[in-house]
């Protein structure tokens, strides 16, 4: 193991010496400290279940009411992120504390019988982590943890903290019933948040392209500013000083709503965000 590691830092410098200097940013990326194994299947010393409530596929199809509240999903992990009932919401949380940020670009701390429509939720523990200098955007992120995942078949939760030169995110608007529109109308029309130069964490998720419309496939990131006064669906960003912490999942808890419309529901429409 430390062998390894050694060997890779080796090759980090020789890649650094080697490097164009016109590619500054790659350059200093390259230049991550890695603390974790590298090994495809990480152990762990707590549970790696990863806690799945109503299934996107459904939210996709405006099964927009769950039967589960605050005070219950913070039972299943104390990292999450997902959605209100009536889309009241962003759902975020982190390191036990959850967040709902509202249409209007509002934080609040939901009382414990808010009821949750969607939520993917863990308790956290890292197995692996790195550091990135600097991170143009969500696309380039990508790349990043693509290259240190130890498997794509597994799942993943992660914590990502750092300074944001610029991060843009989404909300959802609230509906009422009769419910009209599903995610594949609503998310393209979703409201955006913009805010520069401020520090906060990246919460979420990586589902391997076998989970279909199960969940969303690939990273699916959640946000939450240092002050608690800014949150939402990560859209775009530009941020330095990145420390990517992750935790390989490897047993699924499925729950179902048991509700009515969930037992009606027909899955005619799918949406899944393009980038993976
Ligand atoms: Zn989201």
Not at 50 to 55: A, C, E, L, N, V
Not at 146 to 161: G, V
Not at 218 to 226: A, E
Request: charged share 25%; net charge negative.
């Amino acid at each position: 193991m430390t062998k390894k590691i050694i060997l890779r830092s080796l090759l980090g410098l020789l890649l650094i010496a080697c490097a164009d200097k016109s590619n500054e940013s790659s350059k200093l990326n390259i230049a991550k400290e890695i603390k974790g194994s590298s090994a495809e299947v990480l152990n762990s010393n707590t549970s790696d279940v990863f806690y799945h409530y109503s299934i996107w596929w459904a939210f996709v199809n405006k099964i927009f009411e769950g039967d589960i509240d605050a005070k219950e999903l913070k039972t299943k992990g104390d990292m999450a992120l997902g959605s209100y009932n009536f889309l009241d919401g962003e759902l975020i949380m982190l390191d036990g504390v959850l967040y709902q940020a509202k249409e209007d670009g509002t934080v609040v701390i939901p009382n414990d019988d808010e009821k949750i429509a969607y939520a993917n939720a863990a308790f956290f523990d890292s197995e692996k982590e790195f550091s990135l200098k600097n991170v143009a955007n969500y696309d380039e992120l990508r790349d990043l943890i693509n290259d240190e995942l130890p498997s794509k078949n597994f799942f993943y939760a992660f914590k990502i903290h750092g300074n944001f030169k610029q991060i843009t995110c989404g909300g959802l608007h609230k509906q009422d019933k009769p419910f009209e529109k599903g995610l594949d109308v609503l998310i393209p029309s979703r409201p955006l948040f913009e805010r520069e130069n401020f520090s906060g964490t990246m919460v979420g998720f990586y589902c391997p392209e076998f989970i279909g419309n199960i969940n969303v496939a690939g990273y699916h990131l959640h946000f939450i500013s240092d002050d608690g006064k800014f949150a939402g669906h990560v859209m775009e960003f530009e941020a330095e000083d990145l420390l990517v912490q992750l935790d390989q999942m490897h047993e699924y808890q499925f729950v179902l709503p048991k509700t009515e419309d969930y037992s009606h529901v027909g899955f005619e429409k799918e949406f899944q965000y393009k980038k993976k």
